[in-house]
Structures are given as C-alpha cells and as structure tokens.
C-alpha cells in the first residue's frame, strides 16, 4: 500500500475510535456534574444528593446505596467551590465509610465558608469496579 494511503487511513481510524470512547458532558446539576468518581464502582452508587442553605452556609447530603450482598468500604471527600468555581478553604481528609451489604448512607456535610457555593463529591472505593448508575 502506498504511503499516502496508509496515513489518511490511520488518521480516520483515530477520529472514529476517539469518538466511540468519548462521553457527553453530564447535564448541569445532575448527580454526574456533582460527583468525582476516583475509580470505578459497580457496588455503591449514589443515589440521591441535595444541597440547600442554612444560616449562610451550604449544606449537602447524598445518599450511597450497596447493591451488593457484601459489606463496602467508601471514602469520600468534599471539595466546595466559590461562585467561580475556585476552590474555598483547604483540602478535606479522605473520610472512610462502611455501607453494609443491601443498605443505604447518608452523608451530610457542611461548607467550611458563606463563600461556597457549589461543591464536588469526590469519591474512591477500593473493593469494586463499575460505572456510576
């Protein structure tokens, strides 16, 4: 096969197989744009995240659901975010959770300033792979 051939080729096949992998943009507001996932979960899933304003601050809860038969460990962390989206105070501990097998958690959390006003959910499991719900 000729040269030029062969690199008009290769360059198509790398457009199609980059368009099969990439994943549209989560929908503002849905649980996707307000979660990190740090490695794949086919076990928990986080099911339900509310966020509301009380005394000036921004307080969330989300809920993480275990569909397995088997006890899950999770850590979490919460990154919160100014109106620009810089991030507000310092970097959170991972926190550690045990969701039992077949049950439900909610987790709540506090921002640490008035000046927050959005948040990330970050969010690592080492004991199980997947994709979020």
């Known amino acids: 096969m000729h040269p030029f051939k062969i690199v008009p080729l290769a360059i198509a096949l790398s457009l ?47 809920e993480i659901n275990n569909t397995d038969s088997d006890n899950q460990q999770l850590y979490y962390r919460f990154k919160w975010l100014d109106a620009n989206g810089f991030t507000v105070g310092s970097e959170e501990a991972w926190k550690p959770v045990l969701v039992y097998a077949y049950q439900k958690q909610t987790l709540t959390a506090v921002a640490p300033s008035p000046q927050a006003t959005d948040f990330r959910l970050v969010v690592q499991s080492p004991d199980n792979t997947g994709n979020l719900p």
């Not at 980059?18 to 794949?40: D, F, M, N, T, Y």
């Open 16 to 62: 199609l197989s980059g368009c099969a992998s990439h994943k549209p943009p989560p929908r503002p507001g849905s649980i996707h744009a307000k979660v990190e996932q740090l490695s794949e979960m086919s076990y928990l899933q986080i099911t339900d995240l509310r966020a509301v304003k009380r005394n000036h601050l921004l307080t969330v809860q989300a």
